[in-house]
T-cell receptor, first 114, second 117 residues
Framework: QKEVEQNSGPLSVPEGAIASLNCTYSDRGSQSFFWYRQYSGKSPELIMFIYSNGDKEDGRFTAQLNKASQYVSLLIRDSQPSDSATYLCAVNGVRGSTLGRLYFGRGTQLTVWP | GAGVSQTPSNKVTEKGKYVELRCDPISGHTALYWYRQSLGQGPEFLIYFQGTGAADDSGLPNDRFFAVRPEGSVSTLKIQRTERGDSAVYLC???????????????FGEGSWLTVV
């Protein structure tokens, strides 16, 4: 059973553009949502978390959450070549002992070309 | 330490051998997690420790996999009778509080790349 789905990509955008990364999740009870960035050969690095409906902004990054649609997205404004990486969406477990785990999507590979 | 530390960073072993992977979490973090990531996939949960005890080990794929955290800090993931399908990056992570705390975040180590030949 797939808990978290991400648009498959790869996504390619020019430098300075807005990159939009999308994620849907299956369990309506999920409460916390995370975006991780993973450079090739490196470990996931937390970018943002969100747990309230609406938008959350941090610098060039905006996370958007719509619990009714079970949808979370990440917008990257003024994209830079250094943003080229795989972006992983993760949601928390909601059942009993699974509260301690995160479910990850497969990731969307983003390339920002100069 | 400043971050989650994992050793070895790379391990090549022969099929059937025993392997231990070590994780030293961020100082003061009570929760520790093991994930496994195969090429092209997101991390897959294996086990979660709160203190010394395994709060959730239901992600371990079979009884060849075992993990301990005897003093509530360093953890060791043990794999017996390794198989080629065990080849992956094994990621350790830690968090200050249990993951169920809203907004509490987990931080990953650089991973141990295991190759079974």
């Amino acid at each position: 059973q797939k808990e978290v789905e991400q648009n498959s990509g790869p996504l390619s955008v020019p430098e300075g553009a807005i990159a939009s990364l999308n994620c849907t999740y299956s369990d309506r009870g999920s409460q916390s949502f995370f975006w991780y960035r993973q450079y090739s050969g490196k470990s996931p690095e937390l970018i943002m978390f969100i747990y309230s409906n609406g938008d959350k902004e941090d610098g060039r990054f905006t996370a958007q959450l719509n619990k009714a649609s079970q949808y979370v997205s990440l917008l990257i404004r003024d994209s830079q070549p250094s943003d080229s990486a795989t972006y992983l969406c993760a949601v928390n477990g909601v059942r009993g002992s699974t509260l301690g785990r995160l479910y990850f999507g497969r990731g969307t590979q983003l390339t920002v070309w100069p | 330490g400043a971050g989650v530390s994992q050793t070895p960073s790379n391990k090549v072993t022969e099929k059937g051998k025993y392997v231990e992977l070590r994780c030293d979490p961020i100082s003061g973090h009570t929760a520790l997690y093991w994930y496994r990531q195969s090429l092209g996939q997101g991390p897959e949960f294996l086990i979660y420790f709160q203190g010394t005890g395994a709060a959730d080990d239901s992600g371990l794929p079979n009884d060849r996999f075992f993990a301990v955290r005897p003093e509530g800090s360093v953890s060791t993931l043990k794999i017996q009778r390794t198989e080629r399908g065990d080849s992956a990056v094994y990621l350790c992570a830690s968090s200050l509080y249990p993951q169920k705390s809203p907004g509490n975040t987990i931080y990953f180590g650089e991973g141990s790349w295991l190759t079974v030949v």
